[in-house]
């Protein structure tokens, strides 16, 4: 099943992927355990809301990135345009 996802996934979107399952995976305990006690622990409210910053940050930077490479590509392709002086 991992090779499937390997093939199916890029590494990004597979890390990604990871990261988003964990999220749920401890979302859906706590859950369950406010349900059973009515409590939330410090330490898994952290946990959550550290996955929640790690998913907003990956955007983020997934952001910068394509507007990087975006601006990178309009340069060059300005400077390929221009009429070059010898």
Same mark, same amino acid.
């Given at each position: 099943?991992k090779?499937?996802?390997?093939q199916c996934?890029?590494?990004d979107?597979y890390?990604?992927?990871? &990261?988003?399952?964990?999220?749920?995976?401890?979302?859906?305990v706590t859950?369950?355990?406010y349900?059973? !006690?009515?409590?939330?622990d410090e330490?898994?409210?952290n946990?959550?809301l !550290?996955f929640?910053y &790690?998913?907003?940050?990956?955007?983020v930077?997934?952001h910068?990135?394509?507007y990087?490479v975006f601006?990178n590509?309009?340069?060059?392709?300005r400077?390929?345009?221009s009429?070059?002086?010898?």
């Open positions: 099943m090779q499937m996802l390997r996934l890029s590494m979107e890390r990604i992927s990871a &990261i988003i399952v964990g999220f749920f995976i401890t979302l859906g859950m369950y355990k349900a059973v !006690t009515g409590i939330i330490t898994v409210s946990l959550l !550290t929640i &790690i998913i907003a940050a990956i955007q930077t997934n910068v990135k394509e990087a601006k590509t309009a340069h060059l392709q400077r390929e345009d009429p070059q002086k010898d």
